[in-house]
């Protein structure tokens, strides 16, 4: 933390299903000396992805989403329209927008002012901006990280149920008893929430405040990609499900073992990944690291967003 700036942090490890330890270090408001804690809520970034797939598993389990159905199953082409790749007509398939090989772009950063700071009512509505964007590629043959593909699924979820990404996560949240964990809205009061940070300069920077367009921005609506926010011990709680569903010990009215398996399968066997992808490979919504001394696997996520950097490892088989 103090090579890197970092004001705050919290650690959390469960063994067994047993949460071991979970302990803050230095502060979440460092103007006001507001110490963290454990019970600090936090933006997890890309780890929203992953939450979100265990909403899709959901779905799969009760035979309303099929992972090989292409995205018009859901989505109407008036919503979002047909491709052409190389000048041949092309589809693609949930798995394929789930396991970023479905040729969409990043996210609209270049657009920031346009989107991002209108409020959106539910994530469907986030669609449009690049709904008349070319593909990166042909589906299938390539990766590239995608959190508007992401966008595209939590918009699926909305199509498949008729209700809001935000109200059925609220559900999942519940039934996990995950209840420090929601969908980010920036004039929600939320207790234990930090305040966000950066340095001036990624290399040799000074800490200062979150830049100014972190005031601007609404999270509303990017939820299903990185708008997730949550405790250390929430996830400790998601976490240890998704291992015992994995492993056969969980009611099957939360996800079942099959489906966790195909979830956590690779999808990037074969497709040339970024030299950053290491010896990972990519399954939906979850990185998958094999042979991790003493392990046989781990899977894993990453987050970062404004002002927080995230990381959930889950050690399901050793």
Same mark, same amino acid.
């Given at each position: 933390?103090?090579q890197?700036?970092?004001?705050?942090?919290?650690?959390?490890?469960s063994?067994?299903g047993?949460?071991?330890?979970?302990?803050?270090?230095?502060?979440t408001?460092?103007?006001?000396?507001?110490?963290?804690?454990k019970?600090? #809520?936090?933006?997890?970034?890309?780890?929203?992805?992953?939450l979100?797939?265990?909403?899709?598993?959901?779905?799969?389990d009760?035979?309303?989403i $099929?992972?090989n159905?292409?995205?018009?199953?859901?989505?109407?082409?008036?919503?979002?329209?047909?491709?052409?790749?190389?000048?041949?007509?092309?589809?693609?398939t949930? +798995?394929?927008?789930?396991?970023?090989t479905?040729?969409?772009?990043?996210?609209?950063?270049e657009?920031?002012?346009?989107?991002?700071?209108? +409020?959106?009512?539910?994530?469907?509505?986030t669609?449009?901006?690049l +709904?008349?964007?070319?593909?990166?590629?042909?589906?299938g043959?390539?990766?590239?990280?995608s959190?508007?593909g992401?966008?595209?699924?939590g918009?699926?979820i909305?199509?498949?149920?008729?209700?809001t990404?935000?109200?059925?996560m609220?559900?999942?949240?519940?039934?996990l008893?995950?209840?420090?964990?929601?969908?980010?809205r +920036?004039?929600a009061?939320?207790?234990?929430?930090?305040?966000?940070?950066?340095?001036?300069?990624?290399?040799?920077g000074t800490?200062?405040?979150? $830049?100014?367009?972190?005031?601007?921005?609404?999270?509303?609506?990017?939820?299903p990609?990185?708008g997730?926010?949550?405790?250390?011990?929430?996830?400790?709680?998601?976490g240890?499900?998704? #291992?015992?569903?994995?492993?056969?010990?969980l009611?099957?009215?939360?996800?079942?073992?099959?489906?966790?398996?195909?979830?956590?399968?690779p999808?990037? #066997?074969?497709?040339?990944?970024?030299k950053?992808?290491?010896?990972? $490979?990519?399954?939906?919504?979850?990185?998958?690291?094999?042979?991790?001394?003493?392990?046989?696997?781990?899977?894993?996520h990453?987050?970062?967003?404004?002002?927080?950097?995230?990381?959930?490892?889950?050690?399901?088989?050793?």
């Open positions: 933390m103090a890197n700036s970092v004001p705050g942090a919290v650690m959390g490890f063994i067994n047993t949460n071991v330890w979970t302990e803050g270090f230095g502060y408001d460092i103007e006001n000396n507001v110490s963290t804690h019970e600090s #809520i936090w933006r997890l970034g890309s780890i929203s992805k992953s979100t797939s265990a909403l899709v598993g959901q779905l799969m009760r035979h309303f $099929d992972l159905a292409e995205i018009h199953k859901y989505l109407s082409k008036d919503f979002y329209p047909f491709k052409t790749f190389n000048g041949s007509a092309v589809n693609f949930v +798995r394929e927008v789930m396991s970023h479905a040729g969409l772009h990043y996210s609209l950063d657009d920031i002012d346009k989107y991002l700071i209108r +409020r959106a009512d539910n994530v469907s509505q669609i449009k901006p +709904r008349d964007e070319p593909l990166l590629f042909k589906p043959t390539n990766w590239e990280y959190n508007y992401f966008q595209m699924v918009a699926i909305e199509s498949i149920l008729n209700n990404y935000e109200n059925e609220k559900k999942m949240f519940t039934q008893n995950m209840n420090s964990t929601f969908a980010e +920036r004039e009061i939320y207790k234990h929430r930090p305040q966000y940070y950066q340095l001036s300069n990624l290399t040799s800490l200062q405040k979150s $830049d100014i367009i972190d005031e601007l921005l609404s999270y509303a609506g990017w939820w990609a990185g997730i926010i949550s405790t250390a011990e929430d996830m400790i709680k998601f240890n499900v998704m #291992i015992a569903a994995y492993k056969g010990i009611p099957l009215d939360f996800i079942s073992q099959k489906t966790v398996k195909e979830l956590w399968r999808e990037t #066997i074969g497709i040339q990944l970024p950053e992808m290491g010896d990972n $490979d990519y399954g939906k919504a979850w990185f998958i690291q094999r042979n991790p001394s003493p392990f046989k696997e781990v899977i894993w990453s987050g970062g967003i404004t002002g927080t950097t995230t990381m959930l490892k889950l050690f399901p088989v050793n």
